[in-house]
């Protein structure tokens, strides 16, 4: 069950809870089970068979089982480490069970002659069978008539009440189908489970069920499951669509006003030609501007597939209708690169720019914001200062996002009520270069409509990608030189150690200092996060400019920076990072038309085994320049909750679906969700309310 097991629960479960959890129906509370319905969809997580009495004659080494048999043995005893051992006979043979902790209560249940059941991992040797730390009861009573179901839970929560307040969920919930039956799907034509009798029965299976349907989630009751919940997701997000378009947006469009000159200049200044994709993207982007309708559109591609310049081109035609036009970035530096990358190609065309960021003057900041109020300024370029209570726009009519996947759900929702209440709500774009696996982007971006820049700028070298040893280090540091030699420039990327900012900070300075002493014939410069804005803002300036040979760098660079004359990246410790993250990374060089390089440093240091795993998932990397790739690895590796990040996703995870597995499922829940919604409305909304309650909300961020 483990690679299936839900992501969301298994968080759940290992959430530390407060230091006094008081009571259990606080963590039921904490954990979200707080309506009948909610703990009724509470899953288990497995079960443990406890219908069978397993005779010893016939157990398998390893296997785990329940016995039954009379005390012949009880005694403690000093071997090391006091424990206690109790010889149990079931008439065909002997187990030991050996306990190393134990209450004076237990050892008073297990004394001689009394018959016990005792379920744990047995283990033949040449002591005969043996138990360690079983689960045991007072052999009294029948066996239970179906399989125990163990649950996620959290600490204060024990199984038995959780089984029971399930048990009345279950009992009080109300589990009406939503799903009309002639749409059900049918797995190799046999009819669906109806949700009643699908929960039933995975709350209380029978033991007669072969256990690895139940564990592998194959089972048409957890298939109905996985189905409801998919329709949950596909419904909230098609609705989510559907209140979107039946709002007003200005309309951006090249007639009826001089839009299509101000992107036609852009384009005929412009030092390059479109790609041909970023020809296709760019009419996406055009004829959604060209519609009333609130654009809400994704705009990915691979890092350096030149998004930049389609935000500006987008920004052209909101300019060209007389309205604002926003562009957001999640770090300082990218912002101003923007912001100078923009005003280098827009100013020329009469184009008014503002800028804002968290560390600016005030006075120059006032002054910023009266241009963006009255209107003069026309783009606005800034950080996620620009969506704070003090700005107010004339008219806002398009706001952009670079790397949407930065920012967390807190500043959308911000961005969000910053674009409502306007008379008319401006179009949305956002861009990331984390390309989203297709099946993501049918499930959780089901809302979006997305655009893919599927093609590289002509004139890039692939970078090359090797994976070294950290103690190969000087070696590496040769390599720098030819390449410094030639002109060239360097990335040094030390990993943010997020528990300690001071560790962090040394390691990064440490390096600073080595690279420092060995390449005498170039500065080297050191950029991190305690630099002050201006000083990092310097930093960079130099290392654009040339003056910098190497910039030794914590991951601030890590998204959107670029310096196409920089040919070289070092990752230090890159075992630290996700994948996808290693290849935005590497997308600082191969900028140019210069050959580039990605070294890849992983450090067996105390763990060689540890090493030699890292080194194992690093040479996805160096096999792949391909983000949807890398993307589709980083997913399997680590499944969707951490790919999308909690932060990106809300609260809103699949539970029980797997999306690398259910594709049929998905397809299924795609098909239904708007037959539902256009004919069976009521259903619909029940069958969110019933999945989504309280989550909703996040949905919408
Ligand atoms: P990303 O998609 O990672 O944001 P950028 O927009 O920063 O990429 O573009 C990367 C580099 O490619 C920039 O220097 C940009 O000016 C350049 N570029 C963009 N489009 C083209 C093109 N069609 N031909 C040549 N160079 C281009
Ligand atoms: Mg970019």
Not at 136 to 142: E, R
Not at 247 to 276: K, M, W, Y
Not at 328 to 338: C, G, R
Request: proline content about 5%.
């Amino acid at each position: 069950m483990d690679s299936r097991q839900n992501t969301n629960m298994m968080l759940q479960a290992a959430k530390p809870t407060s230091p006094t959890p008081s009571g259990p129906q606080k963590v039921l509370r904490k954990l979200g089970l707080l309506r009948p319905i909610d703990l009724a969809l509470h899953l288990p997580l497995r079960y443990e068979d406890e219908t069978r009495i397993v005779s010893l004659r016939d157990v398998r080494d390893g296997e785990t089982v329940q016995i039954e048999g009379t005390v012949t043995v009880c005694e403690v005893r000093q071997r090391g480490q006091r424990q206690l051992l109790v010889t149990l006979d079931d008439g065909t043979e002997t187990c030991l069970l050996r306990f190393f902790s134990f209450y004076p209560s237990q050892q008073k249940a297990l004394a001689v002659g009394n018959r016990i059941r005792a379920r744990g991992e047995i283990k033949g040797g040449l002591l005969g069978w043996q138990m360690m730390h079983p689960s045991f009861k007072s052999a009294q009573g029948d066996l239970p008539l179906a399989l125990t179901p163990v649950y996620p839970t959290a600490a204060g929560l024990p199984q038995a009440y959780l089984r029971r307040a399930v048990q009345g969920g279950l009992a009080r919930a109300d589990l009406a189908d939503t799903v009309p039956a002639e749409n059900l799907y049918t797995i190799a034509g046999q009819a669906a489970w109806s949700l009643q009798q699908a929960l039933t029965f995975l709350h209380n299976p029978t033991p007669a069920v072969a256990l690895a349907t139940l564990e592998d989630h194959s089972h048409p009751a957890w298939q109905r499951l996985k189905a409801e919940e998919l329709l949950a997701q596909q419904l909230s997000q098609l609705q989510a669509k559907r209140e979107r378009a039946a709002l007003r947006a200005p309309v951006l469009s090249p007639q009826g006003n001089d839009g299509a000159p101000l992107q036609q200049r852009l384009l005929a200044a412009l030092p390059f030609q479109l790609t041909r994709a970023q020809r296709r993207v760019s009419e996406e982007i055009a004829s959604d501007l060209a519609r009333a309708i609130p654009m809400h559109r994704l705009l990915q591609g691979d890092v350096g597939s030149g998004k930049t310049v389609l935000a500006a081109l987008a920004g052209a035609l909101c300019i060209a209708a007389g309205r604002q036009c926003a562009l957001m970035a999640p770090t300082e530096i990218l912002a101003e690169q923007h912001f100078r990358k923009l005003v280098g190609w827009l100013e020329p065309l009469g184009v008014k720019t503002a800028w804002l960021t968290g560390s600016q003057k005030v006075k120059e900041r006032r002054a910023m914001l009266a241009l963006i109020a009255s209107g003069e300024a026309s783009l606005v370029v800034g950080t996620h200062a620009i969506i704070q209570d003090k700005v107010v726009f004339r008219d806002l009519a398009l706001a952009i996002i670079d790397e949407q996947h930065r920012f967390g759900v807190a500043q959308r929702l911000a961005l969000r009520s910053k674009l409502q209440g306007a008379v008319l709500e401006p179009h949305l774009l956002m861009m990331t270069a984390t390309p989203i696996p297709r099946t993501l982007a049918m499930s959780y971006y089901a809302d979006l409509d997305v655009s893919t820049l599927d093609e590289l700028p002509p004139g890039r070298t692939p970078i090359t990608t090797k994976v070294v040893s950290d103690a190969r280090r000087d070696e590496v540091i040769r390599r720098m030189r030819d390449q410094l030699a030639q002109g060239r420039q360097v990335y040094w990327v030390c990993p943010l150690i997020e528990e300690s900012e001071a560790l962090d900070l040394s390691n990064a300075t440490e390096t600073h200092a080595q690279l420092s002493a060995a390449l005498p014939e170039v500065t080297v410069g050191l950029l991190h996060s305690r630099l002050a804005p201006a000083e990092k803002k310097a930093v960079m300036a130099s290392f654009v400019g040339g003056q910098l040979g190497v910039l030794v760098s914590t991951t601030v660079i890590e998204v959107g920076v670029d310096v196409p004359n920089a040919s070289m990246m070092v990752i230090e410790h890159a075992e630290r990072f996700g994948l996808s993250q290693l290849h935005q990374l590497r997308g600082r060089v191969g900028r140019g038309a210069a050959a580039s390089a990605c070294v890849l440093l992983y450090s067996t240091g105390d763990a060689p085994r540890l090493g030699e795993m890292a080194r194992e998932r690093l040479k996805a990397m160096a096999q792949s320049n391909d983000g949807f790739e890398i993307a589709r690895r980083d997913l399997e590796i680590r499944g969707p909750g951490e790919f999308l990040g909690a932060r990106q996703s809300g609260a809103a995870l699949l539970r029980f679906a797997d999306l690398l597995t259910d594709t049929a499922l998905l397809d299924w829940a795609r098909q239904q969700a708007p037959l539902l919604l256009d004919h069976y409305p009521v259903q619909a909304r029940q069958h969110i309310d019933r999945w989504l309650g309280a989550q909703l909300e996040y949905l919408k961020a």
